[in-house]
């Protein structure tokens, strides 16, 4: 079963403007961990941000926000202000810590283009 | 400080030959990880190690052979490649998750492996 979900393969937004990428994911562990990255097409994976299960609030880095719904198990980011560099792959992953192992599964990724 | 390096970053193989793909981290992680991304797609787990003497499969090992003798290196050793394997590589690492840091994987720039 598909454990991170990211139904949007590819996603436009005009500049200045704010966009929602959308991640669901499945498991049964109460602790677990929710990742974004950012994979621009020099290649590399930049970490964007965190959001912990037992996390009350949705966390926030800069322009980037993470909109966590515990109960329907979805973790959506979003951009404000979207800037041309905003371009890139985007990738939702979520860490089970199952006996201590520290496994992250990633998302399919959503391909952003904001225009000018 | 150099993170996670991955050499090299470029390499061709003929089906049937071996390689290994080399990792080292200089940040006394204890969790090390590589993951394969194949065009367009996400990130899929081939092996993990969780601390020195210690590796696991992750969702796609076949072909694939680890080791983790020291803390630094964690390589990947390909056998009789195939075409399947040619993707772009990662190795990735993180300093266990507390409530002091996200656990976020740090990764190496990648290593693009076409096998013809």
């Known amino acids: 079963a598909q454990k991170i979900t990211q139904t949007q393969p590819g996603m436009f937004v005009q500049e200045k403007e704010a966009v929602t990428l959308d991640c669901t994911y499945d498991t049964s562990d109460p602790s677990y961990g929710l990742f974004w990255y950012k994979q621009p097409s020099s290649g590399e994976m930049i970490f964007l941000i965190y959001q912990g299960s037992y996390d009350q609030q949705n966390a926030t880095e800069g322009r980037y926000s993470l909109n966590f719904q515990k109960a329907r198990k979805s973790a959506n980011l979003v951009i404000s202000a979207s800037q041309l560099g905003d371009s890139a792959m985007y990738f939702c992953?979520?860490?089970?810590?199952?006996?201590?192992?520290?496994?992250?599964?990633f998302g399919t990724g959503t391909r952003l283009k904001v225009l000018a | 400080n150099a993170g996670v390096t991955q050499t090299p970053k470029f390499r061709i193989l003929k089906i049937g030959q071996s390689m290994t793909l080399q990792c080292t981290q200089d940040?006394?992680?204890?969790?090390m990880y590589w993951y394969r991304q194949d065009p367009g797609m996400g990130l899929k787990l081939i092996y993990y190690?969780?601390?020195?003497?210690?590796?696991d499969k992750g969702e796609v090992p076949n072909g694939y052979n680890v080791s983790r003798s020291t803390t630094e290196d964690f390589p990947l050793r390909l056998e009789l490649a195939a075409p399947s394997q040619t993707s772009v590589y990662f190795c990735a690492s993180i300093q266990q998750a507390t409530h002091l840091n996200t656990g976020e994987l740090f990764f190496g720039e990648g290593s693009r492996l076409t096998v013809l």
């Open positions: 940040m006394n992680h204890n969790y």
């Open positions: 992953a979520m860490r089970e810590d199952p006996s201590g192992t520290y496994k992250y599964i």
């Open positions: 190690s969780v601390g020195a003497g210690i590796t």
